[in-house]
């Protein structure tokens, strides 16, 4: 509402100049009937005003009446946008080099981030040095497998604080807490130093940064459907984000500045970090300079500490809206581990149900609604119609969830669908993609994958949980906050009861 109300206002004052403007733009060289159906636009504006302030919802509904592949001009801007697996499938899978481009929204334009970010530079040499440099070093098995000792010790210190709240009675913030302990593996991965601490309230206010980036990133911003005023920031998005930005990198700064003197001293940790100073003496084409390392830690800890503790919240919350499934769940736990012997990432296997509850979560609230916006980088057709060169692609993630043919009951949390039928979160089957497919897919997966099976096990191996004095399972408030991510409006609040 709040973006409608900023946009009729706007318009009112600037309407003879946006038509000068429309004039101006003209009309494109390719032949408007060539495109996907989709709704009539109005003068200037287009489709905008069907958008609203969850488009995720909003366009999945538009996709019922004029079908998964959809067209939409946002203002200047034209729009196709993907709501079916089978359509995505030629997007992300049969022609992934075509649609590899990137539509950049320009509030993350700020710092000159998206020049640099693995996240949103186009595919080239040096996003392809920066990706194999998070395979190689983050992400892949044998670097995952040496640390996990530290995600082990991660985990026991977030049972132990909840231990504490659960002797003195006091409820937990799921959200907060979880996403404090993904902060500090990852701080602990990179920098070999915890960031925040499970004490203190400095990590809601690190996470309010990076959920206040996400919302900026993501949020409806006239500067991306009338380019040619993305110079004015006419909404701010830009400058909040630029500010947003210097705070973490301020934090970056830090750490970089400690370690570059403790190299001096001779006391180097060879963490991710150390990994980075050293390419900046190697001698190749690559250059890994101060500001490439700053953008790619801001990607890692926005994308890796959001997405997993989220995902955590929303599986808690579920759960504790279904008991039945919260003590199948426990009961599978117990029964393959016990009660006393510490959960391991070799166990997420052996725990079918678990990983069935956690494909539901993220087939319900997947991390992202939609995916990074691409960008066509050459005319190509799309199933039976013409997408031309520069269209800004929309994934709809969300909607996928919540088709009612691929999904019987879409809007029921149900984990047994996934003991039904083997379908693979990691882009192969494209009904549940919640990091994407093809050539950008989160790189971080393998790395959420065992941090989000293991907190969630973990959480409910050693406690019971129940909604704070009052409250009943239909009362956990599911309100989404949209933005890049999909997170919890309403924080999920919970009592731990250890058990025995």
């Known amino acids: 509402m709040e973006f409608c109300g900023m946009l ?20 494109r060289s390719h032949s408007q009937t060539l495109l996907p159906p989709g709704p009539r636009p109005l003068p200037v ?47 992300l899978q049969m022609k992934d080099a075509v649609f590899s481009g990137r539509s950049i929204p320009d509030a993350v334009r700020a710092l000159g981030h998206a020049d640099v970010s693995v996240a949103w530079q186009p595919p080239a040499k040096q996003w392809r040095s920066l990706r194999r440099i998070c395979n190689t070093e983050l992400f892949n ?43 500090n593996l990852l701080s602990r991965t990179i ?16 996470k309010q940064v990076v959920l206040e980036i996400m ?5 409806s911003n006239l500067s991306d459907f009338f380019p040619r005023l993305a110079p004015i920031d006419l909404q701010g998005r830009r400058r909040r984000l630029t500010a947003l930005f210097e705070k973490l990198q301020d934090i970056l700064d830090e750490q970089i500045n400690r370690r570059l003197q403790s190299k001096e001293e001779q006391q180097a940790s060879k963490d991710f970090l150390e990994v980075l100073l050293h390419r900046q003496v190697q001698q190749d084409n690559f250059k890994m300079d101060r500001q490439v390392m700053k953008s790619l830690f801001m990607d890692l800890f926005a994308a890796g500490t959001d997405t997993s503790s989220s995902t955590v919240e929303w599986a808690m919350a579920e759960v504790l809206r279904n ?24 166990d997420i296997g052996r725990l079918p149900y678990l990983q069935a509850v956690v494909k539901e979560t993220f087939r319900l609230h997947p991390p992202v609604p939609f995916l990074l916006p691409r960008k066509a980088e050459s005319t190509v057709e ?15 993630v969300w909607a996928f969830g919540r088709d009612g043919e691929a999904w019987p009951e879409p ?46 096990a973990s959480l409910l191996q050693k406690f019971e949980w129940k909604l704070p004095d009052g409250m009943g399972p239909r009362d956990v408030d599911m309100t989404e906050s949209f933005g890049v991510t999909l997170a919890k409006a309403v924080p999920l609040r919970a009592i731990a009861v250890s058990i025995g």
């Open 45 to 91: 504006v287009g489709s905008l005003f069907q958008i609203g302030n969850k488009p995720h919802q909003s366009l999945a509904r538009l996709a019922k009446t004029y079908g998964p592949l959809m067209t939409l001009r946002l203002g200047q801007v034209t729009t196709i946008v993907v709501s079916s697996p089978e359509v995505a499938r030629e997007v």
């Open 141 to 183: 098995s044998q670097t995952l497998d040496a640390h996990q000792s530290l995600r082990r010790q991660k985990v026991q210190e977030l049972l132990s604080y909840i231990s504490d709240r659960s002797l003195k009675g006091l409820p937990v913030d799921i959200g907060r807490v979880v996403f404090t302990t993904s902060l």
């Open 382 to 396: 799309l199933d039976g119609y013409t997408v031309p060169e520069g269209t800004r692609v929309l994934v709809n």
């Open 191 to 206: 920098f070999s130093v915890d960031l925040v601490d499970l004490h203190s309230e400095s990590s809601q206010e690190f």
């Open 411 to 456: 809007n029921e949390f149900r984990p047994e669908r996934f003991l039904e039928r083997e379908v693979d979160f990691r882009g192969r089957d494209m009904e549940l993609i919640p990091f994407g497919a093809g050539c950008r897919i989160c790189p971080g997966l393998p790395l959420a994958f065992r941090m989000v099976h293991l907190m969630l």
């Open 215 to 219: 919302k900026e990133a993501g949020g």
């Open 8 to 27: 009729l206002l706007w318009i009112s004052v600037t309407f003879p100049f946006l038509c000068l403007l429309a004039l101006v733009a003209g009309h």
């Open 323 to 346: 008991p039945r499934c919260m003590a199948k769940a426990r009961d599978e736990v117990e029964r393959v581990i016990g009660r006393e012997k510490e959960v391991e990432e070799s």
